[in-house]
């Protein structure tokens, strides 16, 4: 009975790996990997572990019954790494590339190998019964990681086993999840490696810095489009492009000389002139606008040092083609004339480097940091976007716990 209820087709497998293939960034990747495979077999939580210098790193996790759906999730920015060898179920579908299914995890036979970890259950109060575990093959059936779906039911709510038919569509779609998150890695790394290289002028400007401000400004804008009714899958294809743009930023700082880039002091007033280029500079990479990504790059480059009252930059007459420096004592965009997402990545921009030493300051402490921030609501920061942020605070306490 339960299998017709939630009878899947092969066809609807490759229309969803249709849809995979168009995303991005690797954690909107993951996002829809696992609510895809979940679905097909109505599965009530699931995970995701990568492969990462020889070990799983576990990076994504849904689970109906502990946290909303779709709402902003703290714990998929938790670090928690498995060797890969026998004795976990994970570690042993890695090692083996065997796909594992089990139908309690309570009463896995004594002779396995592997054992089920209960500790999640223990912390969290959740009940894990049925597993079903499947390698994540890219090519040459080299495991990348593993995909883990928990707790299958009838769709009606009532736990029925993993099935042979749920088992097949799993393989066939986590062939198709594999390619997409091999991909999704690839871009994250060439967002990186291009932050490599400003990192190579300004050693502050690092992977975690860049990485943070990216995964902040997502999740402000996704806990922003909840409260405003845009669709999960508008959500989705938004906080993809919003992550990977806002970790460029300040891609425009390759641009300014070491002089006043490394400056261990505060800038004079002509080298400040000359730093506020970055954000032209970084307009200029993304001048083409071919696709949708280019374009909020571009607005996030060009507008992250705008103020909510006005008095940002760049000015508002400033000449983006001439690479115009400066156009001091004139006014920036001002409300909401500054792009959306420039206003959010202001603010993750802002309290990522409050939060951090640079070669010019120590690091603030919490308090001082959101003082700051609450101080500037409707001066420098939107004031909605900082209700927003406050309201997060412990998804992005959680992130800069992730990213160090
Ligand atoms: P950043 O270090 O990534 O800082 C980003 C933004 O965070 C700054 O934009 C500013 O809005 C805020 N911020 C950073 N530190 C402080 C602070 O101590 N107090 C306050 N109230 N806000 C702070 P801003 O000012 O437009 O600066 C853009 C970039 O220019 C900075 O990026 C940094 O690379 C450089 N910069 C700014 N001031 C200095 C300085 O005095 N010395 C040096 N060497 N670089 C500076
Ligand atoms: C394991 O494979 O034992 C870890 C997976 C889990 O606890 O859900
Ligand atoms: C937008 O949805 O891009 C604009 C929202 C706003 O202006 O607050
Ligand atoms: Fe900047
Ligand atoms: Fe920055």
């Given at each position: 009975m339960s299998d017709v209820q939630r009878e899947v087709s092969l066809e609807r497998v490759l229309d969803i790996a249709d849809e995979l293939n168009q995303l991005k960034d690797i954690d909107t990747i993951l996002d829809r990997v696992l609510l895809e495979s979940r679905r097909l077999s109505c599965a009530r939580a699931?995970?995701?572990f990568l492969r990462e210098n020889g070990l799983l790193r576990f990076r994504y996790v849904h689970n109906d019954d502990l946290y909303a759906q779709d709402s902003n999730n703290k714990h998929i920015y938790t670090n928690l790494e498995v060797p890969i060898d026998e004795k976990s179920i994970v570690g042993y579908v890695a090692l083996t590339g065997e796909t594992l299914t089990i139908e309690d995890a309570y009463r896995i036979p004594p002779e396995?190998?592997?054992?089920f970890n209960s500790s999640f259950d223990v912390k969290t109060g959740f009940h894990t019964r049925s597993l079903l575990t499947i390698p994540l093959k890219a090519a040459q059936n080299q495991v990348i990681g593993v995909l883990q779906i928990i707790n299958s039911t009838d769709c009606a709510g009532t736990p029925v086993p993993f099935t042979h038919h749920d088992e097949m569509l799993a393989t066939v779609f986590a062939r198709h999840a594999a390619a997409a998150i091999e991909?999704?890695?690839?871009t994250r790394e060439m967002v990186?490696?291009?932050?490599q290289m400003a990192a190579l002028r300004d050693p502050k400007e690092t992977g975690a810095h860049v990485q943070r401000v990216g995964a902040y400004s997502a999740e402000i804008y996704h806990r922003w489009a909840l409260s405003h009714g845009v669709s999960i899958d508008e959500i989705r294809k938004r906080k993809d492009l919003i992550r990977l743009a806002a970790m460029l930023h300040d891609v425009g700082k390759v641009g300014i000389a070491d002089s006043i880039l490394k400056k261990p002091a505060k800038l004079t007033e002509e080298e400040f002139a000359v730093m506020r280029c970055h954000t032209v500079f970084g307009a200029?990479?993304?001048?083409?606008a071919g696709s949708e990504l280019d374009a909020v790059c571009r607005e996030i480059a060009l507008h992250h040092h705008q103020r909510w009252d006005g008095r940002g930059y760049p000015c508002e007459a400033v000449d983006v083609d001439n690479l115009v420096p400066t156009c001091a004592g004139n006014p920036g965009l001002a409300g909401e004339d500054i792009p959306f997402v420039a206003r959010i990545t202001a603010i993750a921009d802002v309290f990522d480097a409050l939060c951090s030493s640079r070669s010019y300051k120590e690091a603030w402490s919490d308090d001082r940091v959101l003082a700051i921030l609450r101080d500037e609501r409707g001066k420098q920061f939107d004031p909605e976007l900082i209700d927003v942020f406050f309201d997060l605070l412990d998804v992005i306490l959680a992130i800069r716990d992730k990213f160090v």
């Open positions: 699931g995970s995701i396995a190998p592997y054992h991909r999704g890695l690839m990186l490696r291009m932050m200029d990479l993304f001048s083409h």
